[in-house]
């Protein structure tokens, strides 16, 4: 059986993304979409958007799936698009949401994407951050905690599908 040891607690959690809601809310005016890469970032993004809206904002909410990992603990190094967003965010400030950057590839290709689609300013955000881990030059504007190069697991994130319902972020050994 995986163990899975406990990384953050969901008080937390709760309390860094209440937190970051604010750094956001600081820096950003205007309009705004939330755009979520699933399925990973569906917990994260829930509860910032909540927290986006008692430090004052109203953001729009939009998801895409990108795929890179598989079914392993390595991702392929391919990302590949598989569920696009359905709003035209052409003319919008858009926040792009992600669970983890680790190699930095997805964030990047998902960042260009709507660039590309006509966004007109565009931040990142992501709860966790594995720095050592960088290949690409991709730095996100807002970070919940940066980890070290551990595998983690929980609050959306999964090994092979399973562990995404745990409220809270561990560790599997
Ligand atoms: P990147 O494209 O290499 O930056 O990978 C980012 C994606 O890989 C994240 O959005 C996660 O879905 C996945 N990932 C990276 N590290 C982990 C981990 O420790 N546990 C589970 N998934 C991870
Ligand atoms: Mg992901």
């Known amino acids: 059986m995986t163990k899975v ?31 979520g890469l699933l399925k990973g970032s569906f917990v994260f993004l829930a509860d910032l958007v909540r927290a986006l809206d008692r430090a004052g904002m109203t953001p729009g909410i939009e998801f ?4 890179s ?11 590949e698009l598989i569920g696009d967003i359905l709003d035209d965010i052409a003319g919008h400030q858009v926040l792009l949401v992600d669970d983890i950057v680790d190699t930095g590839r997805s964030l990047l290709f998902a960042r260009n ?17 594995k720095p050592s881990r960088r290949e690409v030059d991709c730095a996100a504007d ?14 959306g994130i999964d090994y092979a599908e399973t562990y995404r319902h745990l409220p809270y972020i561990g560790v599997v050994e």
């Not at 895409?64 to 795929?67: L, Y």
């Not at 990992?69 to 391919?78: D, H, I, M, V, W």
């Open 64 to 67: 895409m799936r990108v795929a």
């Open 113 to 129: 994407l709507l660039l590309d689609k006509g966004a007109t300013r565009l931040w990142t955000c992501t709860l966790l951050d």
């Open 5 to 35: 040891s406990k990384l953050f607690e969901e008080s937390e959690i709760a309390a860094r993304v209440e937190q970051l809601a604010g750094e956001i809310a600081r820096q950003i005016s205007g309009d705004l979409v939330v755009v």
């Open 69 to 79: 990992y598989g079914l392993g603990k390595e991702s392929s190094g391919n990302v």
């Open 142 to 155: 807002f970070v919940g905690f940066p980890i070290e190069d551990v595998f983690v697991v929980g609050y």
